[in-house]
């Protein structure tokens, strides 16, 4: 087998070493898993197999990530994960599939069909058991289309349960709804005992089509991958899978067709939709020489692109894996009500023995009462209204983010946006636009300002910095750069350089005072880059930069959603800081920061936070890894084609908008709502049942309410976080 993909986990241990280890990480469609709670026996035992560094299923999405040590035998693991899932689920075929949210989508989009055996099953069944009240003073007669209802309905059930007990899997919902139903005949209760699986039986199926019309709406949400490519070969243009272009490969994109693979345009021009990607329904018109990513719906031109990256390398994969995959890191919620669904079945089921043995010895009554008594116990002990609906609401809650254009890696990263109560914010690219301009310069001993800009755009010719982009911008002319005879960028302070026999020194104040030269500090609004020649002060150059339009609008919804403190850092002067602040409304702004000390202010500002709250930074997610790094929650802005912010950050937020951060704890504290509403609901339900039934009040009727009406209801609410 072909290794899917490869990853270096390193484990650092309390003295401050570290182990590394490589993993092969393989991904598969559990085609046919229908069960819930089985998925969580799947996740549980694969990750007893020897050799699984972690292993989770998506039962969303029917796939299983799992993540094997390399210096294991890899195969024979994967084998053995194989043989796990068939005892436990023996109709699920596992399929390896590198190409997972493709053929997810497509297969549960054809699942319609399977249903209809199923409602012909149950309308057999149905007719059978009302004609069986037509004949309530014959027994005989009654019991025998009881009887046939019962099997045509149920063999199915019946049949898994017999499996499940010769592999020794007692706790299943098939098992239980078995023995319920039994019972009910074997107290002579036939209309009971039929009518449970018939009820039992419909509730699976409507609860089926509403998971399966719930991952429906999931995989449309995340519709964005291509289904082909136009390529341009010896002049002729031939349709292909985007696995099969090439890097450099020329590739068509027709008006109305979503464009496949990154790529420079290098004829045509275009507005192009980008809103799979961005959630930004504005087009955008693009031209030759701009770049455009897959996904992107190409509106009206005829676009020719140069691919720029291979297939598995482009954004939208990497969005689709990020969001296929976040599963891997589950939300708090969801461990706890896996572990609830541990102990709740059992726990009910021997409170259901217990309820049918002790009582008719210790108290009044008949064995055939506390009998039927115990049976609706074992009707409701199935968890899945928990274990099916939770994992649904997070999922949902993720993909209706990224539909939005916003990218979070895992359900715990969702969930702990409720509790966000300090944002950090990064000032040049998050809150301001980041495209500097120079506005002001200020010249002294005898310098005049196109001479002092000169010096200073030489010095900084070699930089990639925005502010050294502006300077150079500013001076306009072209540069020699034989004339620069050495050069040496001095992290967090500026640069220095040798410019026709002179030295340049261009930087921010610390600049001048590590040189020891005397300066006379600008109060200027803006950057400020002082310039020195030959160790004299020779001016200065104020560049500035403009606040994005929706900032003020961020800050505003930020505190309104219960944010109690707004936080700025920034390299910049104190003053352009504290103007920046001002503007915005924000708490509190600490200047002058090299990228060291925002880590250390990051860690300071955790320290003052509430105990159950989280600190949240947003930065540009290329220069800011290490803060990003160290918060609770790094959200990387402009993620758009920025591999580097991907990677860093927890959240990405695909746009240049800091607005986007509310509407991602708006759909946080939504999911959350749901979620609980689910927990809630379902808890109390079961328990009010059980607690009826134990005095023989519910009935069966009741009971199958209460297990497969419950999820259904469950299930209906969690697909409202679709709705956004």
């Known amino acids: 087998m072909n290794i899917y993909s490869c990853v270096i986990n390193i484990e650092i241990n309390d003295k401050g070493g570290y182990k590394m280890e490589a ?18 026996k799947i996740e549980k035992k694969v990750n007893e197999i020897n050799g699984v560094s972690s292993a989770t299923v998506n039962f969303s999405t029917k796939t299983l990530l799992i993540e094997v040590n390399k210096d294991k035998n890899v195969d024979n693991i994967l084998k053995e994960m194989e043989t796990v899932v068939k005892r436990i689920e023996p109709d699920v075929d596992v399929i390896e599939d590198t190409k997972a949210q493709k053929a997810g989508h497509d297969k549960i989009k054809n699942e319609k069909a399977m249903y209809k055996d199923e409602i012909l099953k149950i309308s057999i069944g149905g007719i059978l058991f009302i004609a069986s009240f037509f004949f309530k003073s014959d027994l005989t007669i009654q019991f025998i289309l009881c009887f046939i209802s019962y099997i045509i309905v149920g063999g199915e059930v019946l049949l898994n349960a017999g499996r499940n007990i010769l592999r020794g899997q007692v706790f299943d919902e098939n098992f239980l709804m078995t023995v319920a139903t039994i019972g009910a005949f074997a107290i002579k209760q036939f209309p009971e005992g039929a009518a449970v699986m018939l ?23 995340m519709d964005i991958r291509p289904d082909y490519a136009n390529i341009k070969l010896n002049g002729e243009i031939k349709r292909v899978s985007p696995e099969e272009v090439k890097l450099d490969d020329i590739i068509i994109v027709k008006p ?4 496949p693979l990154d790529g420079i345009i290098i004829d045509g021009k275009s507005m192009v939709d980008t809103s799979a990607l961005t959630g930004e329904p504005v087009p955008r018109q693009v031209n030759i020489g701009n770049e455009v990513l897959g996904g992107f719906i190409n509106n009206n031109g005829l676009l020719t692109i140069q691919v720029s990256r291979e297939f598995q390398d482009t954004t939208v994969s990497k969005i689709l894996d990020l969001v296929q995959n976040s599963s891997s890191k589950k939300a708090p919620t969801e461990n706890f009500i896996t572990k609830f669904a541990r102990y709740y079945t059992p726990v009910v089921v021997f409170a259901a023995l217990f309820l049918a043995i002790i009582p008719p010895i210790v108290l009044a009554g008949s064995f055939q009462e506390w009998i039927y008594r115990s049976l609706v116990f074992l009707v409701i002990s199935c968890p899945c209204a928990l274990v099916v609906s939770i994992p649904l609401g997070f999922f949902g809650g993720i993909g209706v983010a990224s539909k939005n254009g916003i990218l979070i890696k895992g359900g715990n990263y969702l969930e702990a946006l409720n509790d966000v109560d300090t944002v950090v914010f990064d000032k040049t690219g998050t809150l301001t636009k980041g495209v500097f301009k120079v506005t002001e310069i200020e010249t002294e001993n005898e310098i005049d300002k196109e001479s002092l800009l000169k010096y200073a755009a030489y010095a900084e010719s070699f930089s990639n ?13 072209e540069i020699d750069k034989d004339k620069v005879e050495s050069y040496d960028e001095i992290s967090g302070l500026g640069v220095r350089a040798i410019v026709d026999k002179k030295e340049v020194l261009a930087g921010n104040s610390k600049l001048m005072k590590k040189y020891n030269i005397k300066y006379n500090r600008s109060f200027a609004e803006g950057t400020i880059v002082y310039v020195a020649l030959d160790g004299v002060y020779s001016g200065c150059i104020v560049i500035s ?29 104190r003053v352009v800081g504290i103007s920046v602040a001002s503007t915005l409304g924000i708490d509190e702004v600490f200047p002058e920061l090299l990228p060291d000390q925002k880590v250390e202010k990051i860690e300071d500002l955790e320290k003052q936070k509430s105990p159950k709250g989280k600190l949240l930074f947003i930065g540009d997610g290329i220069n800011d890894a290490p803060s990003l790094a ?13 591999d580097a912010a991907i990677e860093a950050a927890d959240i990405v937020l695909m746009t240049d908008e800091p607005s986007k951060l509310a509407d991602s704890i708006n759909i946080a504290k939504r999911t959350k709502k749901i979620v609980w509403q689910n927990i809630i609901f379902a808890l109390s339900v079961k328990f009010a049942v059980l607690i009826l039934g134990a005095f023989g009040i519910a009935t069966m009727w009741e009971a199958v309410f209460a297990d497969v009406g419950v999820t259904l209801i469950a299930v209906l609410n969690a697909m409202r976080v679709n709705i956004y």
Do not use: W
């Not at 393989?26 to 085609?31: S, T």
């Open 23 to 40: 993993v092969a990480r393989r991904k598969f469609i559990l085609e046919g898993l229908d069960c819930a709670n089985c998925a969580t």
């Open 199 to 221: 009820f039992y039986s419909i509730g699976e199926l409507l609860q089926d089509m509403a998971v399966n019309s719930s991952r429906k709406s999931i995989a449309d949400l």
């Open 256 to 259: 109305g067709e979503k464009i």
């Open 465 to 477: 910095h925005p502010i050294s982009s502006s300077i150079i911008e500013a001076y306009g002319n």
């Open 545 to 573: 930069d403009e606040i994005k339009e929706d900032s003020k609008k961020a800050i505003d919804e930020l505190k309104s959603l219960g944010v109690k403190r707004s936080v700025m850092l920034t390299g910049d002067s």
């Open 630 to 642: 160290r918060a609770d929650i790094g959200v990387a802005m402009g993620g758009l084609g920025s």
